[in-house]
């Protein structure tokens, strides 16, 4: 999104349309557009009232009722950070006692509208300026907040209200740094995302000057962060809702908890306590198992935070058993334990997976769908599914294909 864009949205005019827009609805936007467009409303505004329309109902999904209020750009969306996410990071400040935080590289306000929530004051600085100009809208109703659009390297060091251990005002410092290519979009229009360091803006090297400076600091980073690239002394931990890993928050300084490699799973069930796994539950890479397991055996499933941090060893620990094979994941026990941090299958087969004997075996047991769950292996599931030649019809199965030891490995398992 231009300036230009930003400000008409901003306008008394902007903002009494969107307003007055119903509740968005995929298939009623064209006609809503000709209407209004119809109606006298330049066309440019009612484009932009109508992408904002839209961002707003995608953006409840993240942020909540928050979106109601909010605007955004397409990227700016994506890239903001998860309610839940952005409340978690603002309780760590909270909690280390911080009364300032330098939001380097803002957005759309996300974190800073969380960490303002808890009472404490945020500079956010934001290079991009259609973005600045729409998270100052964003903050509007939190006074601790300014918005300073500059490139967070020249408003470093912060002058003498923010700077690095200025008495009795502590200080913190939060880097979410954009992980888009400039000029790459992807099929969408949207810019498309990196996984290297490399590719922060703010750069990397710039995020360990901040953390030098400033004790306590904290980033975002992406979930292929390497263990190899973690700062000594600081805390990375992966986070993980519903199966899908959403961050890797670095942490230096006071809002360290734990240090090293920490996974958390944020459950379902409100109120409910994040499941915690660190290094200390960890058998370091934990036991590998000689062979294929037995039916009746149990396998256990990480979560993928789990996997992420590396902590595998923390589940064979817990159920006392052993990794099919180093790097897979899953793990295999005599005894059911609830884990919460995986689920557990009981094994009803497993062999080697070989076509032909997987398929005179599953037409024995007359299955004729799968649901195939595959780690550690380079394999075409669908491929797989053509040559075993299934029909369609009968039982349907869970299997597992991956690595027992070297060899791949068929498992066929029901969740327990
Ligand atoms: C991942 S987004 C931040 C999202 C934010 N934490 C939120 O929850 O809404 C990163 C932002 O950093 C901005 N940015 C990139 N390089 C910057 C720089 N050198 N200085 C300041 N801002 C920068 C981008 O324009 C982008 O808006």
């Known amino acids: 999104m231009d300036l230009a864009t930003a400000r008409l949205l901003l306008s008394n005019e902007g903002r009494a349309l969107l307003d007055a827009l119903p509740p968005y609805q995929e298939g009623a936007a064209l006609r809503l557009g000709e209407d209004l467009r119809a109606a006298g409303y330049d066309a440019a505004l009612v484009a932009a009232v109508l992408t904002q329309s839209r961002l707003r109902a995608r953006a409840r999904r993240k942020l909540g009722e928050f979106a109601d209020g909010m605007l955004f750009t397409p990227d700016g969306l994506e890239q903001a950070t998860r309610l839940e996410l952005a409340a978690r990071h603002a309780h760590r400040f909270r909690a280390a006692g911080l009364a300032h935080v330098l939001d380097l590289g803002c957005g759309l306000g996300a974190d800073a509208m969380a960490l303002a929530g808890l009472g404490m004051a945020v500079t956010a600085v934001e290079a991009d300026p259609a973005v600045a100009t ?13 918005v300073q659009h500059a490139r967070a390297e020249d408003a470093w060091p912060p002058g003498p209200q923010g700077s690095p251990g200025s008495p009795g005002r502590p200080l913190g410092a939060w880097l979410d740094p954009a992980r888009r290519t400039p000029g ?34 904290g980033a975002k980073l992406s979930p292929a962060l390497a263990h190899s690239a973690i700062p000594a002394g600081t805390e990375a931990t ?12 670095l942490w230096w300084g006071p ?10 799973v944020i459950r379902d069930a409100p109120g409910s306590p994040d499941v915690l796994v660190t290094e200390a539950d960890s058998d370091g890479l934990g036991p590998v198992a000689a062979g294929l397991p037995s039916a009746g055996e149990f396998l256990y499933e990480p979560d993928r935070a789990v996997l992420r941090a590396g902590l595998v060893g923390a589940l064979t620990a817990a159920t ?10 899953y793990v295999v026990a005599p005894t059911a334990v609830v884990v919460p941090f995986a689920r ?19 037409r024995a047991q007359g299955v004729g769908r799968l649901t195939i769950k595959k780690r550690g292996l380079d394999l075409d599931a669908d491929q797989l599914r053509r ?30």
């Open 134 to 146: 729409l998270a100052e809208h964003n903050l509007r109703h939190f006074p601790s907040v300014r």
């Open 184 to 217: 790459l979009t992807d099929a969408a229009g949207r810019t498309r995302r990196t996984h290297s360091l490399a590719g922060l803006s703010p750069s990397w090297d710039f995020v360990q000057q901040v953390a030098a400076d400033v004790p306590a600091t």
């Open 238 to 249: 992966w986070t993980s809702r519903e199966g899908e890993v959403l961050e890797c928050a």
């Open 255 to 264: 809002l360290v908890r734990t240090p090293g490699r920490v996974a958390c």
């Open 320 to 329: 006392g058993g052993a990794e099919l094979s180093h790097g897979v994941g």
């Open 344 to 362: 557990r299958y009981v094994v009803t087969e497993a062999m080697p997976l070989q076509v032909k004997a997987v398929r005179a075996w599953l």
């Open 387 to 416: 040559q075993l030649r299934l029909d369609g019809r009968g039982d349907e199965l869970t299997v597992v294909l991956t690595r027992a030891g070297v060899r791949p490995a068929f498992l066929a398992v029901e969740p327990v």
